[in-house]
């Protein structure tokens, strides 16, 4: 459990810093008020707050993925890393503390969202348990990038990429916009992206489609989430290799 | 062949140590023994590998030729073991600046594996050793450039690591800060195994139980800061600050003492033996107005320059 104390650090770098939480909590629910109301005055089915939470959720994640990435990426620049890496602290200790806090915030996320959601109308006719794992295989999946964009990037480099991540998943996730409505090849890129298919899983859950239902979409999740996870664990357990 | 047998109560031991970086060879074939208990500096300037030999005793550099050892544990073979019984205080500070003072040291003894109790006690300690107890709940961001460097040596004495490595721990204070940090590590006397790397000649004269001088990475002199100062041939040097101090003065000086070099305001002399008197009748011969006349010692940076033929700043 050494990793803990590390875990515990990280943590507290986040949440004492506060430029994160307004990005990681703040930002998200303004999207979500600016589209509700923006819904409200055209009569916009695509911006209740039913469909608006899974594409809040998972663009802040977004922002999640970036600012554990620059911490990284940051910390790997430090010499509070060498220090750390002087200690008994082994590969998988990192790789542990550098994205189970990232979790824990996401859950924080995920219920804030939901409490905000409630307030302005949330209609929930799924299974909330499958949302809800959906949304902790995509928080996985970004923190698990995050981790790869950290290990790799320096401090800037990181920022660029993280900021490029957090583009991506708003435009080609069909956060704002169906991506049906951008067509031709971005949608197919899109589709090759895990963020569009766990934003329309979690859409159709909380309008009443089943587990089965959405199969493909969460098959798509589950496959990037392994992938980037892996490859964020290896490029970190290497660098601290190094 | 993790452990090598430790015969000579050596704490740490190197042999024949080799770093290169491409052509460059920063640590080129050093063999140090450093006992237990023991303060030991190298000193040399920026450069010289002090760093780089640091960082391959902590196991975060492989050699790339011989090895060395912590307390009997091959740093290559047994980096777990080495790692869990050193410390070490890098070149810059090495603090999380949103943690507190308590924060970081709890983080610390946390990576180490100790209890709560042993946690709490120990934090407690070493805040107290580096007169750190009153701004233990203060963000580690907003102390002073000196207390942050006493918490980076704080972070590494809490986990009671059996050698500590301090590297320049001093830079970058100003005379009050370097002062103070230099007691908190001269406290320690005895207690811990230390290598010390500086630049600061005066640092390691005033802790170093044996120092070894290094340059272009290499082991150029070894031995207490008394046997190194008998090393050097000049034994006196005299420095005589004078108005009206001819060129054709000091060349007249140099007949009898060749060595003798002008400086600013007047002229430096040295050698084996020099005659007060005879220096200052021969310069009142030549219509000089002495200032003042000084006979130092000779120096550290004096051991350095006759064995390099340079200043250690330069």
Redesign the interface.
């Known amino acids: ?2 990793f ?3 875990a ?2 990280n943590l ?2 986040t949440v ?2 506060p430029l994160s939480v307004v990005f990681e909590i703040g930002l998200p629910l303004i999207f979500m008020l600016m589209f509700w109301a923006l819904g409200k005055n055209l009569g916009e089915d695509m911006f209740t707050a039913t469909m608006q939470l899974p594409a809040v959720v998972i663009f802040g994640f977004s922002f999640l993925m970036s600012i554990s990435a620059i911490t990284l990426a940051r910390d790997r620049q ?3 890393f ?8 082994k590969s998988g ?1 990192f790789i542990a503390a550098y994205s189970l806090p990232y979790v824990l915030i996401a859950i924080f996320q995920i219920a804030v969202c939901f409490a905000m959601a409630a307030l302005l109308g949330l209609e929930i006719i799924g299974n909330i348990g499958i949302v809800f794992l959906i949304f902790i295989l995509m928080a996985v999946c970004l923190i698990g990038l995050g981790m790869f964009i950290g290990s790799i990037f320096t401090e800037n480099q990181a920022n660029i990429a993280g900021s490029a991540v957090i583009v991506f998943v708003a435009v080609l996730g069909g956060c704002w916009m169906p991506l049906k409505f951008v067509g031709g090849v971005f949608e197919s890129i899109g589709y090759a992206l895990p963020f569009a298919h766990a934003i329309d899983a979690a859409r159709n859950v909380l309008n009443g489609s089943t587990l089965g239902d959405v199969s493909i979409d969460l098959l798509w999740v589950i496959g990037y989430t392994v992938a980037f996870f892996i490859l964020g664990a290896v490029c970190l357990g290497w660098k601290t290799k190094e | 062949m993790g452990y090598i047998e430790d015969k000579n109560n050596f704490a740490i031991q190197t042999f024949n140590i080799t770093r290169k970086f491409g052509n460059l060879t920063a640590v080129d074939g050093v063999n140090l023994g450093v006992k237990k208990g023991e303060i030991f500096s190298l000193l040399g300037p920026n450069g010289a590998g002090k760093t780089t030999i640091i960082k391959m005793l ?3 550099l492989r050699p790339t030729g011989g090895t060395g050892a912590i307390m009997g544990y091959d740093i290559q073979e047994e980096p ?1 073991a080495v ?2 019984i ?1 410390g ?1 205080s ?7 600046l ?2 507190n003072s308590l ?1 970081n040291l ?8 100790m209890s709560k109790e042993e946690t709490k006690k120990r934090s407690e300690e070493i805040l107290e050793l580096m007169s750190l107890t009153k701004r233990a709940k203060d963000r580690a961001g907003k102390l002073s450039g000196g207390m942050q460097r006493r918490l980076s040596i704080a ?2 004495l809490v ?1 009671d690591p059996l050698v500590l490595f301090l590297d320049e721990p001093t830079l970058g204070l100003d005379p009050q800060a370097r002062r103070s940090m230099w007691e908190q590590i001269a406290g320690l006397k005895g207690k811990k195994t230390i290598l010390l790397t500086t630049h600061y000649l005066e640092e390691a004269d005033a802790l170093a139980d044996r120092i070894a001088i290094i340059d272009e990475g290499k082991i150029i002199a070894l031995g207490t800061s008394g046997e190194l100062k008998n090393k050097i041939q000049d034994k006196q040097i005299m420095i005589v600050k004078a108005k009206n101090l001819t060129h054709e003065a000091i060349e007249g000086l140099r007949k009898i003492y060749p060595d003798a070099r002008e400086i600013e305001g007047g002229v430096e002399i040295r050698a084996k033996e020099i005659s007060f008197e005879r220096i200052v009748n021969y310069l009142h011969s030549e219509g000089t107005k002495i200032e003042s006349t000084l006979i130092k010692e000779p120096s550290l940076d004096d051991v350095f320059l006759q064995l390099t033929g340079k200043e250690i700043r330069e």
């Open positions: 459990m050494r803990a104390a590390l515990s650090r507290k770098e004492r810093e430090s010499t509070l060498l220090r750390l890496l002087t200690t008994p602290l200790d | 902590c196991c975060l777990l790692k869990s050193i070490i890098p070149q810059e500070t090495a603090i999380s949103h943690l924060e709890e983080l610390i003894c946390g990576v180490y594996g972070m590494a986990s």
